[in-house]
């Protein structure tokens, strides 16, 4: 197999489990070298750290212990990550909580455990990525990439999900104001934006009213998985082009 992403640093947040989990191994297997960035090496779908599979398959994944709602943590994080391999070319925004009520039934503390992960820890992500890419050379077309999980719920409404709803719909518009700005640097800001996904996390996920909902949406006959935004986000990194909005 081709390795078409050999030699390239990359950050996943929230890498341990469900799509980011997926998306590990897929640039793992294209030869990067991926830097999971989670609170805990557990997967929600249970199974063995996701690091120690790679190695297995003959990748490479190391893990580094991260809140992404804390800027010390992303900001060292990054900073170990340039030290041990010399660069940052990808940065793929994935970590997400979500409350799943709708706004009446939205406590506070609800709101910001959202925001401070799926927000606020994408900002603090991004910003320290920007940081580190522009003062780095160009590699190829570009001096690194930053690919964000958005979702079809940051375009239209998240039924009885509000805070998670906002959150994806900051993130969507987060993608728009980093590609406008930083374009003229040669630093890409594109975003995947995924229906209905089958990650093995159970609750409010597999709930039986919900993957009615899901399926009445969903053209294609099967519901989406881990692997299917995997291959999206490896198209995003491989063809490169920066989406204008």
Same mark, same amino acid.
């Given at each position: 197999?081709?390795?078409?992403?050999?030699?390239?640093?990359?950050?996943?947040?929230?890498?341990?489990?469900?799509?980011?989990?997926?998306?590990?191994?897929?640039?793992?297997?294209?030869?990067?070298?991926?830097?999971?960035?989670?609170?805990?090496?557990?997967?929600?779908?249970?199974?063995?750290?996701?690091?120690?599979?790679?190695?297995?398959?003959?990748?490479?994944?190391?893990?580094?212990?991260?809140?992404?709602?804390?800027?010390?943590?992303?900001?060292?994080?990054?900073?170990?990550?340039?030290?041990?391999?010399?660069?940052?070319?990808?940065?793929?925004?994935?970590?997400?909580? !979500? %409350?799943?009520? #709708?706004?009446?039934? +939205?406590? /506070?503390?609800?709101?910001?455990?959202?925001?401070?992960?799926?927000?606020? =820890?994408?900002?603090?992500?991004?910003?320290?990525?920007?940081?580190?890419?522009?003062?780095?050379?160009?590699?190829?077309?570009?001096?690194?990439?930053?690919?964000?999980?958005?979702?079809?719920?940051?375009?239209?409404?998240?039924?009885?999900?509000?805070?998670?709803?906002?959150?994806?719909?900051?993130?969507?518009?987060?993608?728009?104001?980093?590609?406008?700005?930083?374009?003229?640097?040669?630093?890409?800001?594109?975003?995947?934006?995924?229906?209905?996904?089958?990650?093995?996390?159970?609750?409010?996920?597999?709930?039986?009213?919900?993957?009615?909902?899901?399926?009445? !949406? %969903?053209?294609? #006959?099967?519901?989406? +998985?881990? /692997?299917?935004?995997?291959?999206?986000?490896?198209?995003?990194?491989?063809? =490169?082009?920066?989406?204008?909005?």
């Amino acid at each position: 197999m081709t390795q078409r992403l050999c030699g390239r640093v990359a950050i996943v947040t929230g890498g341990s489990s469900g799509i980011g989990r997926a998306i590990t191994r897929k640039f793992a297997s294209h030869g990067a070298i991926v830097v999971v960035a989670d609170i805990t090496t557990d997967a929600i779908e249970g199974g063995r750290p996701v690091c120690d599979i790679v190695t297995e398959e003959g990748g490479k994944a190391v893990f580094f212990r991260t809140d992404v709602s804390i800027a010390r943590d992303v900001d060292a994080m990054v900073a170990e990550t340039v030290s041990r391999f010399g660069r940052l070319d990808i940065l793929v925004n994935n970590a997400v909580l !979500r %409350a799943g009520k #709708p706004l009446a039934e +939205t406590e /506070e503390a609800d709101w910001d455990r959202v925001m401070d992960v799926s927000l606020k =820890g994408a900002y603090l992500c991004a910003r320290a990525a920007v940081l580190q890419m522009l003062k780095q050379d160009v590699v190829g077309e570009a001096r690194g990439r930053l690919i964000h999980i958005s979702s079809q719920h940051g375009h239209m409404s998240a039924p009885e999900d509000f805070a998670y709803g906002v959150s994806k719909a900051g993130v969507a518009y987060m993608t728009r104001q980093i590609a406008a700005d930083y374009a003229k640097d040669l630093i890409v800001s594109n975003a995947v934006a995924p229906g209905k996904i089958l990650t093995g996390k159970g609750g409010r996920a597999v709930d039986p009213r919900w993957i009615e909902y899901s399926e009445g !949406r %969903a053209p294609w #006959p099967r519901l989406g +998985t881990p /692997e299917d935004v995997a291959n999206a986000k490896e198209l995003t990194v491989i063809t =490169g082009k920066q989406k204008a909005f």
